[in-house]
Nanobody, 121 residues
Framework: QVQLVESGGGLVQAGGSLRLSCAASGSIFSILNMGWYRQAPGKQRELVATMTSSGGTDYADSVTGRFTISRVNAKNTVYLQMNSLKPEDAAVYYC???????????????WGQGTPVTVSS
């Protein structure tokens, strides 16, 4: 019913930049919170950055000042601009959206398939 498709992951040198994109599609009425999480091998999934429909943001301390989240509500799309990448940023990045569908008004979390980011030193 609702799908999230990420793109933009890949291999980058330390200090480089990468831009991730995530587009939601389906029977969407509204998306409340939308953003990015990541999971590295042997670690728990963690919040990277999220944005509400009204523009409020939440960043992990480790990425503040280096990453920037943006969102286009009319396109159900969220972006993550990642600058000054470090080897510690290497992980699978997952898009997340809190969605109200056309058929149900109760918000439900949807997840993308994940896009891997590798940072070489």
């Amino acid at each position: 019913q609702v799908q999230l498709v990420e793109s933009g992951g890949g291999l980058v040198q330390a200090g480089g930049s990468l831009r991730l994109s995530c587009a939601a599609s389906g029977s969407i009425f509204s998306i409340l919170n939308m953003g990015w999480y990541r999971q590295a091998p042997g670690k728990q999934r963690e919040l990277v950055a999220t944005m509400t429909s009204s523009g409020g943001t939440d960043y992990a301390d480790s990425v503040t000042g280096r990453f920037t989240i943006s969102r286009v509500n009319a396109k159900n799309t969220v972006y993550l601009q990642m600058n000054s990448l470090k080897p510690e940023d290497a992980a699978v990045y997952y898009c997340n959206a809190e969605v109200q569908t056309v058929w149900r008004g109760v918000p439900f979390d949807y997840w993308g398939q994940g896009t891997p980011v590798t940072v070489s030193s």
